[in-house]
């Protein structure tokens, strides 16, 4: 009898607190995007609701509310990375996902590995600046198995803008301590390609010794 009475006391808490689920679930609320995001650093581009990785992107509109001046900088809003710089616009920059080294996260550009052949140290010596990208998809955990030994704290894939049509686009900044920046965007259509270039420059003296820097870069595509 006390073997019954225990079953039915089971019961009767198990229908209780499935019933008490399904009424949360009827409750949470359901947001449907007007353009899904489409994740393209997997082998296969799927849409973001479909990935079965933890992905964190950073699409054209929050990177320009971000009001950040690199990409290194703009990773430092994603959770689960670490962003270690030794200098100011992404000068010696180091990064790392979830806890891995700087020489376990890949980098990749329009789905391309950027990786120094010596060292994770320059992974992050890109040869674009902000202007150029269209958005930044963060793959976290192990994807050795796809991408490779780099990649056993997970992938960061940069996609850039597309060149469509003519236009010409320059920008130039000035601070203290000497810094100076400047950033020059060029597309034109040539018959059936489209051609972008982008140059830019950055300097300054530091604020302290050893502090000071100048970097350039000049990245073209078609």
Known sequence: MMIKQILFLILFFDLSFTALFAQQGDSLLTFELNEPIIVTASRTPV????????????????????????????????????????????????????????????????????????????????????????????????????????????????ITRKAKGKKLLFSATGGDFGYREGNLNFGFPTGKLNHNLSISGSASEGYRPNTDFEKYSLFYQN
């Open 47 to 158: 849409t973001l609701m479909r990935s079965a990785r933890t992905v964190s992107v950073l699409d054209s509109a929050m990177l320009v509310d971000l009001h950040v001046n690199s990409v290194q900088d703009a990773l430092e809003y994603v959770s689960g990375v670490d962003i270690q710089q030794r200098g100011g616009q992404g000068v010696q920059a180091d990064i790392s996902l979830r806890g891995s080294t700087y020489e376990q996260t890949l980098i990749l550009i329009d789905g391309v590995k950027t990786n120094d052949p010596q060292t994770g140290h320059h992974n992050l010596n890109l040869p674009l600046t902000l202007q150029d990208v269209q958005r930044i998809e963060v793959l976290k955990g192990a994807g050795s198995r796809i991408y490779g030994p780099n990649a056993f704290g997970g992938v960061i894939n940069i």
